[in-house]
């Protein structure tokens, strides 16, 4: 009953995650909105294709490093802010445990 008041305390944090792409979506003015998952964690964030030129190669299942800030909190997924990717690793999504 607490979490919503716990989550609060979070927010504005710099935070650094590692973990797997789930999905993307491009947006309008080139932002990429990007769904990753780090352990029991749903991250979602946005970043600036035009700064990632790479992006549209990645595939489903490639690890990546990021850090950010903690910008909204629901349950288990968290948003972030100001994110920067700091290092891709990129992985055959078949590979992966279904």
Do not use: W
């Amino acid at each position: 009953m607490q979490q919503v008041e716990v989550s609060k305390h979070y927010i504005g944090l710099k935070v650094k995650y590692e973990g797997i792409i789930s999905s993307a979506r491009e947006k309008k003015d080139d932002i990429v909105q990007m769904f990753m998952f780090s352990l029991n964690e749903c991250i979602v964030f946005n970043v600036n294709k035009k700064d990632y030129p790479g992006l549209g190669l990645l595939k489903k299942g490639a690890v990546l490093k990021i850090e950010g800030i903690i910008e909204k909190i629901d349950g288990n997924v968290f948003e972030l802010k100001d994110v920067r990717i700091i290092s891709v690793t990129s992985h055959d999504a078949n590979s992966l445990p279904k």
